[in-house]
């Protein structure tokens, strides 16, 4: 698509022009990056690694190991999903942990 709107842009006549116009333009650009990369040493920088990326990088991806699978409890499934919700257990679980001097609010 950007083809032919280039093609009908520049016209028939002129599209090798241009295509050797942007041909020569990367070279150069891949060429001043290339040269640009060796003078200011980031390559070797990159190879040597001094904040330790690749150990980081290869602790991330290493596979972790499967944890063994844990029966649970019947209070245990009780304290995950109560059968009243979760709010509800948590409302009546702050309320009963109150001090016995404070008056429990009731609606």
């Known amino acids: 698509m950007i083809a032919l709107v280039v093609l009908l842009a520049v016209g028939p006549k002129r599209m090798?022009?241009?295509m050797k116009a942007v041909g020569k333009g990367?070279?150069?650009?891949?060429?001043?990056?290339?040269?640009l990369r060796k003078q200011s040493g980031l390559d070797d920088l990159m190879?040597?690694?001094p904040l330790g990326?690749?150990?980081?990088?290869?602790?991330?991806?290493?596979p972790v190991a499967?944890?063994?699978?844990?029966?649970?409890?019947?209070?245990?499934?009780e304290s995950e999903a109560p059968a009243e919700g979760v709010d509800l257990a948590l409302a009546?679980?702050?309320?009963?942990e109150k001090a016995p001097d404070?008056?429990?609010v009731t609606s």
């Open 16 to 18: 090798p022009q241009l």
């Open 92 to 96: 009546r679980r702050r309320l009963e």
């Open 26 to 35: 990367m070279r150069d650009l891949r060429k001043a990056s290339t040269d």
């Open 66 to 77: 499967p944890q063994r699978s844990q029966k649970l409890t019947h209070e245990m499934r």
């Open 47 to 49: 190879r040597e690694d």
């Open 53 to 62: 990326v690749r150990e980081l990088e290869r602790e991330i991806r290493r």
């Open 102 to 104: 404070e008056e429990p």
